[in-house]
């Protein structure tokens, strides 16, 4: 009996574990996975990281409810344990149908979250769009924040996220609960079953094709607003400068500024928002920054038309004064009459200066509807400007009989001005000639020189300019004045002049570098080359100041040096020895024995090297014969001290092989010995020559000798 009432009770508890489970399971099922307000609309992918909080809290719940049904069906487990050798079987079939139940709910919650997500995202639910979308120009670019290609990639990685949530809740296995598994083969996790389902499969793709559809739609409203693409693409800052730069009509200015206004208005009309399947695209910012980016253009042509419409006013009253002021002076001198006359011609063509100051007026009318403030200044002189130019027209209506009056005066002054020019021109040129051409190098510096050609330069200078007015004035009478021929002369010969001085300062500087250095240091070729580009010089200037002294003595410097360049090279020979330098120094009576390292450039001046040159020539070609006598006889000795005997081992010694090629090479030297030995040049190498005289006849001897004594030794080899 009381075994009776103890399974009794272990039922009830069974069937009460089991209605929790099935409890817990309507808790799966009912918990939905995704979690938004049905009258908001999100913002900065809001509604994204809302999920990730969503998820984070189903998850826990889904592990919470996971562990509790562990709990009872663990608690199931021991009641009915070693009862029956059923009980295993039982139990298996227990787990299955609570995995079941479990898959079912799961099955369920997915698809309902999955259907309610494509509802909100199609618009069938009735409810706001999910996500808000801003359209905003940023770094001359126009876009989304966030673009919608941030929120389809959120809105695909948000409906992946939500079938693998399923992932918490695993199947519950035997081997959970220490039976044996007879499982044939172990339970697919519940994830892998409901996401190849074909109802999961087709609403996630719908979801999926939905946020690529709305991102495209959404991209394409960008489109709408290509006609302002002036406004934030194109660089104002250098637009307004080209513009300033194109004098614009006013009429111009007027339209341009006038199609900004109606860009603004055009923006206006534009919508604030639009709705496109689950995205509200909020264009206020956009709005804003194009309108007042437009505004901010028409400002700016407004500017550039009030700096036009002053400085073209400022310009038109100053010139009228100016006018006025030249038109009223006395016409007493050629200054005042030609300023009268330029004034006169100026004002020819009237018709353009009042066209000009009706363009003025109107810019100011265009400004003053723009309520734009303007100056008092400017003001006055508009309310001005109408009687200063009737007041101009009166004065220039009377300027012809004013001017002719004048000419006759102003003649008078030119042909007594004429008069005194030719006079000056006469004594400068007289001066110049007795004074520049006489410069003596001998006793000027080339600095004083210049100084004198400046002074005669400044002198015709300002002849220069004087006939330059002279011809002007003469011109008003429609004299044909031409420029003085002796005037012109001059600053020919005064440039020549400066030329020629500069170039023979330049000349000096060249050899008082040089007077220091000793002849090794001296480069030949280089001092060779700037010889003959002054000797070029002073040639090409023969024909034009040929007889001056400066251009004479400039020539004769040249020469010198230019004859004892070969001397110089022959002195720089490398041939040249001690025994050469004394005998040139014996030759030119130098004080002290003096070679190249030594003998400085200046030097050679002092000593006369230049008198001797045939000398020295001499002993610097003897120098050349001598060295090729050394080279020789050293490479004498540097070969011989090289060559060995060919010897081969023989029994208990050695065995010469040939000297038929030592022989040759000894006959071959003597030769050439002996005709070194006949040269009149070899008179520094005889003891030397007798030295390897002695040593080919020893070789000689040395070979026979040991050839002998072969033959001898072995008799028969």
Request: aromatic share 10%; charged share 25%.
């Amino acid at each position: 009996m009381r075994e009776a009432d103890n399974l009794k009770e272990i039922v009830k508890l069974f069937l009460s574990r089991k209605g929790k489970i099935t409890d817990f399971c309507c808790l799966v099922e009912n918990s939905l996975l995704l979690s938004w307000t049905e009258d908001e609309s999100y913002r900065d992918l809001s509604f994204y990281k809302l999920q990730a909080e969503k998820r984070i809290e189903v998850a826990k719940k889904f592990t919470d409810t996971s562990e509790h049904v562990f709990e009872l069906v663990q608690n199931m487990f021991y009641d009915f344990k070693g009862r029956s050798e059923h009980v295993a079987d039982a139990f298996q079939d227990l787990l299955s149908d609570i995995n079941s139940q479990i898959e079912n709910s799961l099955r369920k919650n997915v698809i309902t979250s999955l259907m309610t997500l494509t509802g909100a995202m199609n618009g069938t639910t009735g409810r706001l769009p999910l996500c808000v979308v801003i359209s905003e120009v940023r770094s001359n670019y126009l876009g989304f924040r966030p673009s919608m290609i941030e929120i389809r990639d959120c809105v695909n990685t948000m409906t992946k996220n939500l079938v693998n949530l399923v992932k918490v809740i695993k199947p519950f296995c035997v081997k959970d609960f220490d039976i044996e598994n007879n499982e044939k083969q172990p339970r697919r996790l519940f994830v892998e079953t409901i996401s190849e389902l074909d109802e999961v499969l087709s609403l996630v793709a719908e979801v999926m094709n939905e946020s690529s559809l709305c991102t495209e739609q959404v991209n394409a409203q960008l489109e709408l607003w290509d006609e302002f693409k002036s406004l934030w693409d194109m660089d104002k800052d250098s637009y307004m400068r080209r513009y300033s730069k194109a004098r614009y009509s006013v009429q111009r200015f007027k339209q341009d500024i006038d199609r900004y206004m109606k860009i603004v208005m055009d923006i206006r009309n534009k919508p604030d928002t639009c709705e496109i399947g689950f995205i509200r695209v909020d264009n206020t910012s956009l709005k804003s920054y194009l309108e007042h980016q437009s505004l901010s253009w028409q400002a700016s042509l407004t500017d550039l038309l009030r700096q036009k419409c002053e400085k073209e006013l400022f310009e038109g009253w100053n010139k009228l004064h100016e006018s006025k002021s030249i038109l009223s002076a006395p016409l007493t001198d050629f200054s005042s009459l030609r300023l009268a006359v330029q004034c006169k011609e100026s004002w020819i063509g009237q018709q353009s200066f009042e066209y000009q100051l009706d363009e003025i007026r109107d810019g100011f009318f265009v400004l003053n509807d723009l309520n734009v403030v303007i100056e008092d200044e400017v003001n006055m002189i508009l309310k001005s400007f109408p009687d200063a130019w009737t007041s101009l027209k009166e004065s220039l209506s009377m300027a012809e009989e004013l001017i002719n009056a004048g000419k006759k005066t102003v003649k008078q002054q030119l042909d007594s001005n004429l008069k005194s020019f030719l006079n000056r021109v006469d004594e400068v040129k007289i001066n110049f000639m007795l004074n520049v051409p006489q410069l003596k190098p001998t006793l000027f510096e080339p600095e004083y020189a210049l100084e004198v050609v400046s002074a005669h330069q400044s002198i015709v200078d300002n002849l220069y300019n004087e006939e330059k007015e002279l011809i002007a004035g003469f011109s008003i009478f429609g004299i044909d004045m031409h420029f003085n021929k002796d005037l012109g002369d001059l600053l020919a010969i005064l440039s020549v002049s400066r030329s020629v001085w500069s170039s023979y300062n330049i000349w000096k500087t060249r050899i008082a570098e040089l007077s220091d250095l000793t002849l090794q240091f001296i480069d030949l070729a280089q001092f060779e080359n700037a010889i003959q580009d002054f000797s070029n010089y002073t040639s090409g200037l023969k024909s034009s100041i040929g007889q001056w002294d400066i251009l004479v003595a400039f020539d004769c410097s040249i020469e010198i040096y230019k004859a004892i360049v070969p001397t110089i090279g022959q002195l720089k020979n490398d041939a040249l020895r001690s025994r050469h330098w004394s005998i040139i120094c014996r030759e030119v009576g130098a004080k002290q024995d003096f070679d190249v390292r030594t003998l400085r450039f200046h030097e050679m001046f002092k000593i006369g090297l230049a008198r001797h040159k045939e000398f020295i020539n001499e002993v610097s070609n003897s120098a050349t014969k001598e060295m090729q006598i050394e080279r020789a006889l050293k490479n004498f000795e540097d070969k011989w001290n090289d060559l060995s005997l060919d010897l081969s081992p023989y029994k208990s010694a050695y065995k010469i092989r040939a000297v038929d090629e030592i022989q040759e090479i000894l006959d071959e030297d003597s030769v050439i010995t002996c005709t070194l030995k006949t040269s009149r040049f070899s008179a520094p190498f005889r003891d030397k020559i007798q030295q390897i005289e002695s040593m080919f006849s020893q070789i000689t001897d040395t070979l026979l000798s040991l050839l002998s004594l072969q033959v001898s030794v072995h008799p028969n080899e």
